[in-house]
């Protein structure tokens, strides 16, 4: 079983807002895998409304690096978001 989820509920932060509120409590989507150890891969998923780039998470059971490493080739092949880059200016 892989689970799938956005690594932010959110746009990201920038580093601006991020000096401005160090201790802002971060993504819930992805803190339940750092609790319990599971392993977890994030790609990219594209853009957010403000041009920041976005993720998704892909999460197994202990042990399932192998298989959450050959979901993650199948989806970077498939939706190539890994070739895309944020404009920065």
Do not use: C
């Not at 989820?5 to 201790?23: F, H, Q």
């Amino acid at each position: 079983n892989v689970f799938v989820n956005p690594v932010k509920e959110i746009d990201a932060e920038t580093m601006a807002s991020l000096y401005a509120d160090p201790v802002d409590v971060r993504s819930s989507a992805i803190r339940i895998f750092n609790i319990t150890g599971g392993p977890a891969l994030a790609l990219p998923m594209g853009f957010g409304g403000s041009g920041i780039p976005v993720g998704i998470q892909f999460a197994g059971p202990h042990w399932s690096e192998p298989l959450l490493y050959r979901v993650g080739s199948s989806y970077e092949a498939a939706t190539m978001w890994v070739n895309q880059h944020p404009n920065l200016h």
